[in-house]
């Protein structure tokens, strides 16, 4: 075949315009959770402060509820959810399961769960709970807090009986009478603390993991600056957050319709301050909830723990605080 002089002219233009595209197509949307157990997610959902940072590029952002990690966990594996938050040992626990995913960032350092009881349970201490009725979440940090717990007295989820139910049902079911004790959750926790006068009978604040922010691994393998951008507007929520602890407040009783009194108790157990985007920071006390996970059988002995931990681990978006 002959080709003209005009066709190997197109012939070399399209060969050229092939070399110059761009690798890398931006999507038209990213799905991000949002929690009443992450302040931080309710500042940029309210502000609609990841809409204007992608506006330009016209990147739509959907708002997904994640009502506990296990949810987020199960959104992010099934495809549904591109970042969402959750603790770092139930994404640890979510990484050995198979889960697909990084911990590339954070949102803050809580004490957003303990062991809570009715004051006419007869329950006081972690030895109580031998045979009694407890509610939980499987797969968040609150189950993982009373395994521990439960551990640090020489028992185990087979000296109780576990009732599997989703934070706020847990707590109906504790006011009801129907368990003897509730692996609670803020601000839910809060609440019955102030409302219906729950006791927290155990609390550990350095036993409850961080919160971080999960991507899945395919999404942050092909959008590295997305999620980049999205920890960076994360930062600039903390830092708005920490200047405006009343507007906060607002904006957590505004969603969760619950009262300044019941927030107020989650944001006094919410450490914002020294907590940033650096997902490093949590590497130590992700480690130790596994390892203490596997010495009470919730992970399997043959499981490497800590290569697991290096693996969830991202810290190439690591955003510096100002």
């Known amino acids: 075949m002959v080709m003209t002089r005009r066709s190997l002219a197109g012939l070399a233009a399209a060969i050229l315009s092939l070399s110059i595209a761009p690798a890398w197509?931006?999507?038209?949307?990213?799905?991000?959770?949002?929690?009443?157990?992450?302040?931080?997610?309710?500042?940029?959902?309210?502000?609609?402060?990841?809409?204007?940072?992608?506006?330009?590029?016209?990147?739509?952002?959907?708002?997904?509820?994640?009502?506990?990690?296990?949810?987020?966990?199960?959104?992010?594996n099934a495809g549904s959810l591109d970042i969402g938050s959750t603790a770092g040992a139930a994404a640890l626990i979510a990484k050995i399961n198979g889960n697909p995913i990084k911990a590339v960032g954070v949102f803050s350092r809580p004490e957003w769960t303990a062991l809570v009881t009715r004051a006419d349970s007869g329950v006081t201490k972690v030895a109580d709970l031998k045979g009694k009725t407890v509610a939980v979440t499987r797969g968040t940090d609150p189950h993982i807090f009373l395994v521990r717990s439960l551990d640090s007295v020489g028992l185990t989820e087979k000296d109780v009986k576990l009732v599997l139910l989703q934070h706020a049902d847990g707590k109906t079911a504790l006011l009801r009478k129907d368990v003897?004790?509730?692996?609670?959750?803020?601000?839910?926790?809060?609440q019955a603390e102030v409302e219906e006068g729950a006791k927290l009978f155990f609390r550990k604040a350095e036993d409850n993991t961080w919160g971080v922010?999960?991507?899945?691994?395919?999404?942050?393998?092909?959008?590295?600056?997305?999620?980049?951008r999205?920890?960076?507007?994360?930062?600039?929520?903390?830092?708005?957050?920490?200047?405006?602890?009343?507007?906060?407040?607002?904006?957590?009783?505004?969603?969760?319709?619950?009262p300044d009194a019941v927030i107020a108790k989650q944001l006094e157990r919410t450490d914002l301050a020294n907590a940033s985007t650096s997902v490093a920071s949590t590497k130590e006390t992700i480690l130790a909830a596994g390892l203490a996970l596997q010495k009470a059988g919730v992970i399997e002995s043959k499981s490497d723990v800590k290569a697991t931990v290096d693996a969830l681990i991202d810290t190439r978006f690591a955003v510096s605080p100002k």
């Open 180 to 190: 003897d004790a509730w692996a609670g959750l803020d601000p839910i926790m809060a």
């Open 25 to 76: 197509a931006a999507p038209n949307e990213i799905r991000v959770d949002w929690a009443t157990y992450n302040p931080l997610s309710l500042v940029l959902k309210e502000k609609k402060l990841l809409e204007k940072e992608f506006e330009a590029d016209k990147i739509a952002v959907r708002w997904v509820f994640s009502a506990g990690s296990n949810k987020a966990l199960e959104f992010l």
């Open 213 to 228: 922010l999960n991507a899945r691994e395919e999404f942050a393998q092909q959008n590295p600056q997305i999620v980049a």
């Open 230 to 258: 999205v920890l960076k507007v994360y930062e600039e929520a903390r830092q708005w957050a920490l200047k405006n602890p009343d507007e906060l407040k607002k904006l957590l009783v505004a969603e969760t319709k619950l």
